[in-house]
């Protein structure tokens, strides 16, 4: 099965300190201190806030800031890669594209590609977000094709994003390394 350190330091390569870019989506919820900011390494103040009972945490401005590596590791398992069910999925390729698309895009909208991408490659998917029916097919699918399909599905998505056009040459460079490392990861003969 998939283990979610392995998508790790690829996130934690693109994420950069603190950002209060005003055009990110993540403005509307700033840390409330005055200063604009609204995320750091990746983790909006809004996803901070919203996971931090029931992670176990303390939403301040003093460790949003500080983003210690454990309460980093904690939002990152606890909110994206549980919300996908990383631990179910067997392809650490199919897994950590995915987890890397919830991060970024949230998980109505990595599962709604997901369910497109199966649907294409001509697998069934249930109702909800990453149901026991679609891990049973993100797991018998192909992962080669699926991922194939996730890609496409993605890149379709990133360019209609209303806004995202200050982004896309980053969000594309980001998906297409990622893309290929997951690729190369499945071309590899198993040991």
Known sequence: MADYRVIVPFILKWEGGISNH????AAIDP???GTGNHTNKGITWQTFKGLSKKLGYKATPELFYAMPDNVWGLIFKGGFWDAIKGDQIRSQAIADILADLTWGSGLGNSSRIAKKALAKIGYKSGPKFFDAQTIKSINAAPAAKLLDAI???KTAFYYQIKGGEVFIKGWMRRATELF???KKLLAEPLE
């Open 22 to 25: 005003k055009d990110d989506r």
């Open 151 to 153: 890609n496409e599905e």
């Open 31 to 33: 840390v409330p201190d």
């Open 180 to 182: 290929e490392e997951k």
